[in-house]
């Protein structure tokens, strides 16, 4: 990596320099994390840009730990078998791996079988590890602060749903506030007597005593746990949805009723396979559906996200210094992969200068996806020339990102895909570019179009590339080109200047400065 991270820098614009390679950063490069739930027990190891990790590891045992407990008090004896096993081989990766010690965290199973303190002595007797078991006010606290991870100006109430417990967190002005837990677990609902009449009473009731302490909840709805994601699976089905991202995926209260109603006409057995579910999940939606239509009757959410990011994304921001956790998710994984993969590290920066008098009144949510869109204009230079707009529309939009709404991915995605290349129609993506609104896609036609010409003007660090000045009202546009850029604006390069013209409806001026 070569790319200038020092403070002598001077300016590195409206996002700041970026952080990854300093010392507090690079602790967090490479941690793993393990999550003892009471459906699954899964192991992550984050690496890269701590403030957007990539997955460099993600494994996950269906051991269902918390099935019976409701009957029994102890934990699931075959699951228990399960969980061991997939501790001692997650504890022989992690050596392997070198990484330091695991973080271990064990949620409301464990915590609430008579075995659970039994469980978790044999565990450290077997493998090493420690389990840390946590009550349901810290594992809504933890799961928060993974939403944060993802969305760091993000309010609203975050929903985590295991296999035994339902938590509920507020968050606002990246902070966590007040903490629920309840017993609304798929697991635990199975075991509620009456059928589904006396199952709906049962989450009525327990609902109605939330949602008394917390209030009506008017903001976003952030829904974290694999049976909110199995839902929204089925959801983006039955809504023929062309982008299959989770993270980020929003629903409409409306959408949640059309597709509990969805679920409950299907064979789910035949969904399941429709919409990519394990069946050991797909076990567990009708439960879990009945939940969400209470929950939103109840607390009345203006719109609902699905997040990816949980408890143990939050296990890792909980290591960040405040300065990494205030920085931007995107900027900083953009930052990342171009010291990483870019042939010219460094030169995005230069780039969104060069083109950024085009975008003169954006927004600062528009200037942010303008400023990652640089970053990343020459990461996929790898791929065959006849591929590369597939595959830089391709990464974007289905990477692992923090803090991007589909279509502010199919707005990057659409932007690098005219980097390499004029036109955008006749290939796979088209159902997915009407995520994007018209202007967007203009917009994002001019912005590819406009790093496309500026790639050209590549020049030895420091050297002066020349400058756009954009005259909307004229519909002018002119390029002011030093002396030593003079002999770069040559047939290629004047013809993607011209290009870019075009796409702005405008006339042109080239002046060659002294």
């Given at each position: 990596?070569?790319?200038?991270?020092?403070?002598?820098?001077?300016?590195?614009?409206?996002?700041?320099?970026?952080?990854?390679?300093?010392?507090?950063?690079?602790?967090?490069?490479?941690?793993?994390?393990?999550?003892?739930?009471?459906?699954?027990?899964?192991?992550?190891?984050?690496?890269?840009?701590?403030?957007?990790?990539?997955?460099?590891?993600?494994?996950?045992?269906?051991?269902?730990?918390?099935?019976?407990?409701?009957?029994?008090?102890?934990?699931?004896?075959?699951?228990?078998?399960?969980?061991?096993?997939?501790?001692?081989?997650?504890?022989?990766?992690?050596?392997?791996?070198?990484?330091?010690?695991?973080?271990?965290?064990?949620?409301?199973?464990?915590?609430?079988?008579?075995?659970?303190?039994?469980?978790?002595?044999?565990?450290?007797?077997?493998?090493?590890?420690?389990?840390?078991?946590?009550?349901?006010?810290?594992?809504?606290?933890?799961?928060?602060?993974?939403?944060?991870?993802?969305?760091?100006?993000?309010?609203?109430?975050?929903?985590?749903?295991?296999?035994?417990?339902?938590?509920?967190?507020?968050?606002?002005?990246?902070?966590?506030?007040?903490?629920?837990?309840?017993?609304?677990?798929?697991?635990?609902?199975?075991?509620?007597?009456?059928g589904r009449r006396g199952r709906k009473a049962h989450i009525k009731q327990v609902m109605n005593d939330l949602r008394a302490q917390l209030g009506p909840q008017r903001d976003r709805l952030f829904l974290v746990g694999g049976s909110w994601r199995a839902i929204a699976r089925v959801?983006?089905?039955?809504?023929?949805?062309?982008?299959?991202?989770?993270?980020?995926?929003?629903?409409?209260?409306?959408?949640?009723?059309?597709?509990?109603?969805?679920?409950?006409?299907?064979?789910?057995?035949?969904?399941?396979?429709?919409?990519?579910?394990?069946?050991?999940?797909?076990?567990?939606?009708?439960?879990?559906?009945?939940?969400?239509?209470?929950?939103?009757?109840?607390?009345?959410?203006?719109?609902?996200?699905?997040?990816?990011?949980?408890?143990?994304?939050?296990?890792?921001?909980?290591?960040?210094?405040?300065?990494?956790?205030?920085?931007?998710?995107?900027?900083?994984?953009?930052?990342?992969?171009?010291?990483?993969?870019?042939?010219?590290?460094?030169?995005?920066?230069?780039?969104?200068?060069?083109?950024?008098?085009?975008?003169?009144?954006?927004?600062?949510?528009?200037?942010?996806?303008?400023?990652?869109?640089?970053?990343?204009?020459?990461?996929?230079?790898?791929?065959?020339?006849?591929?590369?707009?597939?595959?830089?529309?391709?990464?974007?939009?289905?990477?692992?990102?923090?803090?991007?709404?589909?279509?502010?991915?199919?707005?990057?995605?659409?932007?690098?895909?005219?980097?390499?290349?004029?036109?955008?129609?006749?290939?796979?993506?088209?159902?997915?570019?009407?995520?994007?609104?018209?202007?967007?896609?203009?917009?994002?036609?001019?912005?590819?179009?406009?790093?496309?010409?500026?790639?050209?003007?590549?020049?030895?660090?420091?050297?002066?590339?020349?400058?756009?000045?954009?005259?909307?009202?004229?519909?002018?546009?002119?390029?002011?080109?030093?002396?030593?850029?003079?002999?770069?604006?040559?047939?290629?390069?004047?013809?993607?200047?011209?290009?870019?013209?075009?796409?702005?409806?405008?006339?042109?001026?080239?002046?060659?400065?002294?």
């Open positions: 990596m070569n790319l200038q991270t020092e403070t002598s820098v001077p300016d590195w614009g409206p996002f700041g320099r970026p952080l990854f390679d300093d010392p507090g950063a690079r602790a967090l490069s490479r941690i793993g994390v393990v999550d003892v739930g009471s459906n699954s027990v899964r192991m992550v190891v984050f690496d890269g840009a701590a403030r957007s990790p990539a997955y460099f590891y993600n494994e996950k045992i269906m051991c269902a730990l918390g099935a019976g407990l409701a009957e029994t008090g102890r934990l699931n004896p075959e699951g228990r078998v399960r969980a061991l096993a997939a501790l001692r081989r997650f504890q022989h990766l992690a050596d392997d791996l070198d990484l330091p010690p695991l973080r271990v965290v064990a949620t409301a199973a464990v915590r609430e079988a008579a075995d659970g303190a039994d469980f978790c002595a044999e565990v450290k007797r077997e493998t090493g590890l420690v389990i840390q078991v946590i009550d349901g006010e810290e594992e809504a606290r933890l799961s928060a602060q993974g939403v944060l991870l993802g969305w760091p100006g993000a309010y609203g109430l975050i929903c985590d749903i295991g296999g035994a417990s339902m938590e509920l967190a507020e968050i606002g002005s990246g902070q966590v506030g007040r903490r629920l837990t309840s017993p609304l677990g798929p697991l635990k609902l199975r075991d509620v007597p009456g959801d983006m089905l039955r809504r023929n949805y062309p982008l299959k991202v989770l993270h980020e995926y929003r629903m409409t209260v409306r959408d949640v009723h059309e597709t509990a109603r969805y679920i409950e006409r299907a064979d789910l057995d035949k969904l399941r396979s429709k919409a990519g579910v394990s069946a050991s999940r797909m076990a567990l939606v009708p439960y879990a559906i009945d939940v969400l239509a209470r929950l939103i009757r109840e607390f009345k959410p203006k719109d609902i996200a699905i997040s990816s990011y949980g408890i143990r994304e939050g296990l890792l921001y909980e290591q960040m210094p405040q300065r990494l956790r205030d920085r931007d998710p995107l900027i900083e994984a953009c930052y990342f992969a171009e010291s990483k993969d870019a042939r010219l590290p460094g030169f995005g920066k230069q780039l969104f200068e060069f083109v950024m008098p085009l975008f003169k009144s954006a927004p600062r949510p528009r200037v942010r996806l303008i400023k990652a869109a640089c970053l990343l204009h020459d990461v996929s230079w790898r791929a065959h020339p006849d591929y590369r707009a597939e595959v830089c529309f391709d990464n974007v939009t289905r990477a692992n990102l923090g803090g991007l709404k589909h279509s502010e991915r199919v707005f990057i995605g659409l932007a690098l895909q005219h980097r390499y290349r004029n036109k955008r129609e006749g290939n796979r993506f088209e159902p997915i570019y009407a995520l994007l609104d018209d202007k967007s896609q203009t917009q994002a036609e001019i912005l590819g179009k406009a790093m496309r010409f500026g790639a050209m003007l590549w020049l030895k660090r420091d050297a002066r590339m020349g400058r756009l000045h954009w005259y909307p009202k004229k519909r002018k546009l002119e390029l002011h080109l030093p002396q030593e850029a003079a002999p770069l604006f040559s047939e290629v390069a004047e013809a993607r200047f011209q290009s870019l013209v075009s796409a702005l409806g405008a006339t042109s001026d080239v002046f060659i400065e002294e």
